[in-house]
C-alpha cells in the first residue's frame, strides 16, 4: 500500500486537502488512469473532485503528466505527444489535424501566437475537464519557410502584410526602407526569425511577383500561397529531352490501329490538353462506344523524374486565364495532347451498349488513333440544338456527333433513373479583354454538349472500376461516401419549409436526394435547392478500397479518363496495361498516395476558388452603391450571404447592418427573424441589395438589404 508522504504538507496548504503531486505520480507509475478511476482509487469524496480537476491540469501544465484522447493520464514522455498540422482560424485560435478519422485538436489564441498555419507540430493534450481537446505546441517540427503578401509602411517600418489571413501575427522586413515602399509591392518573403515573447518575427525579401493589382500577380501568390509546385526541375527537363515531339513507328507495334475511324475531341474553346477522344457507332442492338484516352503511361515510366513530380503536383490546375499543368506542355499538350490530324497512341475502353443503356460487353486495349476533329462545346451543341454548320465536312464525324448524342440520352435516362443525382449548378466565367484585364463577369451553364462527353466518360470510368475489381487489380478508387445523418437531418429542416424531405434514419440512398432534387425543379428556389443538397455532400476521394460513389449512385467507380491532368487515372492506366499484358501490379504505398491525391485536388480547388474570389472583388469594386438583386444562399448567427444574381458573385450582409429591429437565428430553419417585426430572412429567399463595400485583402464583400 503507497504512502502519500507529503500529505502532511498539504493539510498546512488548505482546508481540505487532496493527495500531493508526488503521490498522484506514485499512483500513476506503473498503470494510467482516467480520472474517475483515479478518485475511486484515492478514495476521494465530492469536496474534493473539483481540486483533483485542478491539481491534474496543473500537472499536465508543468509537464509533469500527459493526458491522452481518450483521457487517460499517465507520467509525462516527450514520446506521447503527437504530430499533426496547424489549421488557423482568421479569428486568432486554431486546430492541430491529426488526421481524416480524428477530431482536430484545438490551440488557444495564445498558443497559435507562436506558430504559422500548416506548420507540423508536435502537440499534448492539457487535461482540461471543460475542454478535453485543448493542447498545446510541445515542438515545431517542420517550419514555414517563405510567405507571400503585401509590403506595408507603419510607423516608418515595413511589414509584410500575408497574403493568407489564417497568418495573422505581424512579420517585420528590417532591410527593407520605406522610401522605397511606398507603392504596395506583392513579395515572397524567407522567414528569418519566428515569433516569441515580445519579439516579432522578420523576414527578408527574396522575389518581388509585382505591384499591387497587376496582371497575374493574384495567381502567382496563390501559387505560392497554397504551395503548388510550378517549375520543372532540372532532372525532369533532361528526362523531357529523350521524349520524341512525334509519334514514332516502334512505339505502334502491338496496338490496334483505329487511325480511320471518325474520333473527335469535344473540349472548351481555351483548352489546350486533350485527354479523350469518342466515338459512337450504330449497331442492331444497340450502340458502340469508342472511349480514347491518351497513353500517358507509354511515355511516363513508373519511378522516373517525371513520374515522382507528377505524384507530387497530383493533378493540373486551373486559374482563369492560366494552368499549372501536372506534366511538362511537351507531354500535355503535345506529344499526349490528342491533337487533331496527329496520329496519337491510346488506351481505348470499347463498350457494347443496349438501346436501354445497359453495357452488354466491354474490352480495354491499346490502341493508334488519329483525330479527325477538334470540336468546342459550344460549337456541337450549335450543330445539334441550332442548326449552325460544324468546322468541318467530314460526314463520318457528322455521323459520329449525331450518334454520341443519341446515346447521351440514352446513357443519362438510364442513369437518372437508377437514381444518380445530377447537379445542374451554373458557374461564372470571368471574361478578360486584350490587355488582360477583367471585360466582364458572366454566368455560365452546363451545354448539352458537356453532358454528351460527360456521360461518355462516367460510362468508361465504370468499367474501368469493374475491370479493375473483377481480375482484382490494386489501385485508387474515386469514393464519395455516404452524407453523415447529422447533415441531412439539419437540410431536411430547411427542406421541409419547401415541402420537401428526405429519410433521416441513416437509410436515405442516392434515389431520395435525386427525388428532392427533381421535386424541386418545380420551385422558383431551385438553385438554391441545389446549393444546400450539395453541402450536405461529403467530400469525393481516392482511396484503394472500392466503397462506391454515392452521388453518382455507382457501386464501383474510379478515374480512368484524364491522366495527362489527374495521377490516380495515370496509376489506373498503367494497371490496366500491365494487366492487359499478363503482368502482376502493385504500387507501394498505395492508400498514401490517394491521401496525398485528395489533398491536391482540395488544394487546387481552394487556389482556383480563392482566385475567382479576388478577381470577382477586383471586378465589382467600381459599383459600389450600385443596387442588385440576389437569392439569400447562407442563413448564420452573423448574417446573410447573399448571391448576386448572373454575376453569381456572393457577399455578406451583416446582422448589425440589417435595420429596424433585433434579429434571433434559428439554427434549424436557417433563418434570422426580427425580435419586434417578425421580420423573417430565410434560405433562398429573393433580395434587392446594395453594395457597400469591397474588402480586397480579405476577399470580402459587405451588401446593404434594400
Given at each position: 500500500?503507497?504512502?502519500?508522504?507529503?500529505?502532511?504538507?498539504?493539510?498546512?496548504?488548505?482546508?481540505?486537502?487532496?493527495?500531493?503531486?508526488?503521490?498522484?505520480?506514485?499512483?500513476?507509475?506503473?498503470?494510467?488512469?482516467?480520472?474517475?478511476?483515479?478518485?475511486?482509487?484515492?478514495?476521494?469524496?465530492?469536496?474534493?473532485?473539483?481540486?483533483?480537476?485542478?491539481?491534474?491540469?496543473?500537472?499536465?501544465?508543468?509537464?509533469?503528466?500527459?493526458?491522452?484522447?481518450?483521457?487517460?493520464?499517465?507520467?509525462?514522455?516527450?514520446?506521447?505527444?503527437?504530430?499533426?498540422?496547424?489549421?488557423?482560424?482568421?479569428?486568432?485560435?486554431?486546430?492541430?489535424?491529426?488526421?481524416?478519422?480524428?477530431?482536430?485538436?484545438?490551440?488557444?489564441?495564445?498558443?497559435?501566437?507562436?506558430?504559422?498555419?500548416?506548420?507540423?507540430?508536435?502537440?499534448?493534450?492539457?487535461?482540461?475537464?471543460?475542454?478535453?481537446?485543448?493542447?498545446?505546441?510541445?515542438?515545431?517540427?517542420?517550419?514555414?519557410?517563405?510567405?507571400?503578401?503585401?509590403?506595408?509602411?507603419?510607423?516608418?517600418?515595413?511589414?509584410?502584410?500575408?497574403?493568407?489571413?489564417?497568418?495573422?501575427?505581424?512579420?517585420?522586413?528590417?532591410?527593407?526602407k520605406v522610401k522605397n515602399n511606398k507603392k504596395s509591392k506583392i513579395v515572397i518573403v524567407e522567414m528569418m526569425t519566428y515569433p516569441q515573447k515580445e519579439k516579432l518575427a522578420t523576414a527578408r525579401v527574396i522575389s518581388i511577383l509585382g505591384d499591387y493589382l497587376s496582371e497575374g500577380?493574384?495567381?502567382?501568390?496563390?501559387?505560392?500561397?497554397?504551395?503548388?509546385?510550378?517549375?520543372?526541375?532540372?532532372?525532369?527537363?533532361?528526362?523531357?529531352?529523350?521524349?520524341?515531339?512525334?509519334?514514332?513507328?516502334?512505339?505502334?507495334?502491338?496496338?490496334?490501329?483505329?487511325?480511320?475511324?471518325?474520333?473527335?475531341?469535344?473540349?472548351?474553346?481555351?483548352?489546350?490538353?486533350?485527354?479523350?477522344?469518342?466515338?459512337?457507332?450504330?449497331?442492331?442492338?444497340?450502340?458502340?462506344?469508342?472511349?480514347?484516352?491518351?497513353?500517358?503511361?507509354?511515355?511516363?515510366?513508373?519511378?522516373?523524374?517525371?513520374?515522382?513530380?507528377?505524384?507530387?503536383?497530383?493533378?493540373?490546375?486551373?486559374?482563369?486565364?492560366?494552368?499549372?499543368?501536372?506534366?511538362?506542355?511537351?507531354?500535355?499538350?503535345?506529344?499526349?495532347?490528342?491533337?487533331?490530324?496527329?496520329?496519337?497512341?491510346?488506351?481505348?475502353?470499347?463498350?457494347?451498349?443496349?438501346?436501354?443503356?445497359?453495357?452488354?460487353?466491354?474490352?480495354?486495349?491499346?490502341?493508334?488513333?488519329?483525330?479527325?476533329?477538334?470540336?468546342?462545346?459550344?460549337?456541337?451543341?450549335?450543330?445539334?440544338?441550332?442548326?449552325?454548320?460544324?468546322?468541318?465536312?467530314?460526314?463520318?464525324?457528322?455521323?459520329?456527333?449525331?450518334?454520341?448524342?443519341?446515346?447521351?440520352?440514352?446513357?443519362?435516362?438510364?442513369?437518372?433513373?437508377?437514381?444518380?443525382?445530377?447537379?445542374?449548378?451554373?458557374?461564372?466565367?470571368?471574361?478578360?479583354?486584350?490587355?488582360?484585364?477583367?471585360?466582364?463577369?458572366?454566368?455560365?451553364?452546363?451545354?448539352?454538349?458537356?453532358?454528351?462527353?460527360?456521360?461518355?466518360?462516367?460510362?468508361?470510368?465504370?468499367?474501368?472500376?469493374?475491370?479493375?475489381?473483377?481480375?482484382?487489380?490494386?489501385?485508387?478508387?474515386?469514393?464519395?461516401?455516404?452524407?453523415?445523418?447529422?447533415?441531412?437531418?439539419?437540410?431536411?429542416?430547411?427542406?421541409?419549409?419547401?415541402?420537401?424531405?428526405?429519410?433521416?434514419?441513416?437509410?436515405?440512398?442516392?434515389?431520395?436526394?435525386?427525388?428532392?432534387?427533381?421535386?424541386?425543379?418545380?420551385?422558383?428556389?431551385?438553385?438554391?435547392?441545389?446549393?444546400?443538397?450539395?453541402?450536405?455532400?461529403?467530400?469525393?476521394?481516392?482511396?484503394?478500397?472500392?466503397?462506391?460513389?454515392?452521388?453518382?449512385?455507382?457501386?464501383?467507380?474510379?478515374?480512368?479518363?484524364?491522366?495527362?491532368?489527374?495521377?490516380?487515372?495515370?496509376?489506373?492506366?498503367?494497371?490496366?496495361?500491365?494487366?492487359?499484358?499478363?503482368?502482376?501490379?502493385?504500387?507501394?504505398?498505395?492508400?498514401?498516395?490517394?491521401?496525398?491525391?485528395?489533398?491536391?485536388?482540395?488544394?487546387?480547388?481552394?487556389?482556383?476558388?480563392?482566385?475567382?474570389?479576388?478577381?470577382?472583388?477586383?471586378?465589382?469594386?467600381?459599383?459600389?452603391?450600385?443596387?442588385?438583386?440576389?437569392?439569400?444562399?447562407?442563413?448564420?448567427?452573423?448574417?446573410?450571404?447573399?448571391?448576386?444574381?448572373?454575376?453569381?458573385?456572393?457577399?455578406?450582409?451583416?446582422?448589425?447592418?440589417?435595420?429596424?429591429?433585433?434579429?434571433?437565428?434559428?439554427?434549424?430553419?436557417?433563418?434570422?427573424?426580427?425580435?419586434?417585426?417578425?421580420?423573417?430572412?430565410?434560405?433562398?429567399?429573393?433580395?434587392?441589395?446594395?453594395?457597400?463595400?469591397?474588402?480586397?485583402?480579405?476577399?470580402?464583400?459587405?451588401?446593404?438589404?434594400?
Amino acid at each position: 500500500m503507497l504512502e502519500d508522504d507529503n500529505f502532511a504538507q498539504e493539510v498546512k496548504k488548505y482546508k481540505n486537502p487532496i493527495p500531493s503531486r508526488q503521490f498522484i505520480l506514485k499512483v500513476l507509475k506503473n498503470k494510467p488512469l482516467k480520472k474517475k478511476q483515479l478518485i475511486k482509487h484515492l478514495k476521494l469524496n465530492e469536496t474534493q473532485y473539483k481540486a483533483l480537476s485542478f491539481r491534474l491540469s496543473a500537472m499536465v501544465r508543468d509537464k509533469e503528466l500527459n493526458c491522452n484522447r481518450e483521457g487517460f493520464f499517465r507520467i509525462y514522455k516527450n514520446n506521447s505527444s503527437m504530430v499533426g498540422k496547424v489549421i488557423a482560424n482568421p479569428k486568432g485560435f486554431g486546430f492541430v489535424e491529426l488526421n481524416a478519422k480524428t477530431k482536430d485538436l484545438r490551440l488557444s489564441k495564445q498558443q497559435m501566437q507562436f506558430v504559422f498555419h500548416g506548420e507540423k507540430v508536435s502537440v499534448r493534450l492539457l487535461g482540461h475537464k471543460d475542454s478535453p481537446l485543448d493542447a498545446e505546441v510541445v515542438k515545431v517540427i517542420e517550419r514555414i519557410k517563405t510567405l507571400v503578401g503585401k509590403i506595408v509602411v507603419k510607423n516608418d517600418k515595413c511589414y509584410l502584410l500575408v497574403d493568407d489571413k489564417r497568418i495573422f501575427q505581424q512579420i517585420l522586413l528590417p532591410q527593407e526602407k520605406v522610401k522605397n515602399n511606398k507603392k504596395s509591392k506583392i513579395v515572397i518573403v524567407e522567414m528569418m526569425t519566428y515569433p516569441q515573447k515580445e519579439k516579432l518575427a522578420t523576414a527578408r525579401v527574396i522575389s518581388i511577383l509585382g505591384d499591387y493589382l497587376s496582371e497575374g500577380v493574384e495567381v502567382d501568390s496563390a501559387i505560392h500561397r497554397y504551395q503548388i509546385p510550378n517549375e520543372f526541375n532540372k532532372k525532369v527537363q533532361k528526362e523531357m529531352e529523350k521524349i520524341p515531339d512525334k509519334v514514332l513507328e516502334k512505339d505502334k507495334k502491338g496496338r490496334v490501329d483505329l487511325t480511320n475511324l471518325a474520333f473527335v475531341t469535344i473540349d472548351g474553346a481555351d483548352s489546350k490538353d486533350f485527354d479523350d477522344a469518342v466515338l459512337a457507332q450504330k449497331t442492331q442492338t444497340g450502340y458502340k462506344l469508342f472511349v480514347a484516352i491518351a497513353d500517358v503511361a507509354h511515355y511516363v515510366n513508373e519511378g522516373s523524374a517525371l513520374d515522382k513530380e507528377a505524384i507530387e503536383r497530383g493533378n493540373s490546375v486551373y486559374f482563369p486565364n492560366r494552368v499549372i499543368p501536372m506534366l511538362p506542355e511537351g507531354i500535355s499538350n503535345g506529344l499526349c495532347s490528342l491533337n487533331p490530324e496527329v496520329k496519337r497512341l491510346c488506351l481505348v475502353c470499347e463498350m457494347d451498349i443496349s438501346n436501354q443503356g445497359e453495357v452488354n460487353d466491354y474490352q480495354f486495349y491499346e490502341a493508334v488513333m488519329f483525330s479527325k476533329a477538334r470540336l468546342t462545346y459550344e460549337q456541337v451543341d450549335d450543330y445539334i440544338y441550332h442548326n449552325k454548320n460544324l468546322p468541318t465536312k467530314n460526314k463520318e464525324v457528322l455521323k459520329n456527333i449525331k450518334h454520341l448524342n443519341d446515346l447521351y440520352k440514352i446513357l443519362n435516362k438510364k442513369r437518372i433513373k437508377d437514381g444518380s443525382i445530377e447537379f445542374d449548378l451554373s458557374e461564372s466565367q470571368i471574361i478578360f479583354n486584350n490587355q488582360l484585364k477583367i471585360d466582364k463577369v458572366i454566368k455560365k451553364s452546363r451545354l448539352n454538349s458537356y453532358k454528351l462527353i460527360e456521360e461518355c466518360m462516367l460510362v468508361a470510368n465504370q468499367m474501368a472500376a469493374t475491370y479493375l475489381e473483377k481480375n482484382q487489380i490494386p489501385a485508387l478508387y474515386r469514393v464519395h461516401p455516404k452524407p453523415k445523418v447529422e447533415k441531412v437531418i439539419s437540410s431536411n429542416e430547411f427542406l421541409k419549409t419547401f415541402g420537401l424531405t428526405l429519410p433521416t434514419n441513416n437509410n436515405y440512398s442516392t434515389q431520395d436526394f435525386q427525388k428532392v432534387f427533381e421535386d424541386s425543379k418545380k420551385l422558383p428556389n431551385h438553385h438554391i435547392i441545389q446549393v444546400v443538397l450539395l453541402r450536405t455532400m461529403q467530400q469525393a476521394i481516392y482511396t484503394d478500397k472500392n466503397e462506391g460513389h454515392f452521388g453518382l449512385g455507382f457501386e464501383k467507380y474510379a478515374h480512368f479518363t484524364s491522366p495527362i491532368r489527374r495521377y490516380p487515372d495515370l496509376i489506373i492506366h498503367r494497371a490496366i496495361k500491365q494487366t492487359l499484358k499478363n503482368k502482376s501490379f502493385k504500387v507501394k504505398n498505395l492508400s498514401s498516395i490517394g491521401e496525398h491525391c485528395s489533398m491536391t485536388e482540395r488544394r487546387a480547388d481552394e487556389a482556383s476558388r480563392d482566385v475567382m474570389q479576388f478577381l470577382k472583388c477586383v471586378y465589382i469594386k467600381d459599383k459600389v452603391g450600385d443596387v442588385f438583386s440576389g437569392s439569400i444562399t447562407s442563413v448564420t448567427a452573423f448574417g446573410l450571404f447573399i448571391e448576386l444574381d448572373e454575376l453569381l458573385i456572393e457577399g455578406l450582409a451583416h446582422i448589425k447592418d440589417i435595420a429596424n429591429d433585433y434579429f434571433i437565428f434559428n439554427e434549424k430553419t436557417f433563418q434570422l427573424i426580427g425580435k419586434r417585426t417578425n421580420k423573417t430572412y430565410s434560405l433562398a429567399q429573393k433580395i434587392k441589395v446594395q453594395l457597400s463595400a469591397v474588402n480586397l485583402e480579405q476577399r470580402k464583400i459587405d451588401l446593404l438589404i434594400k
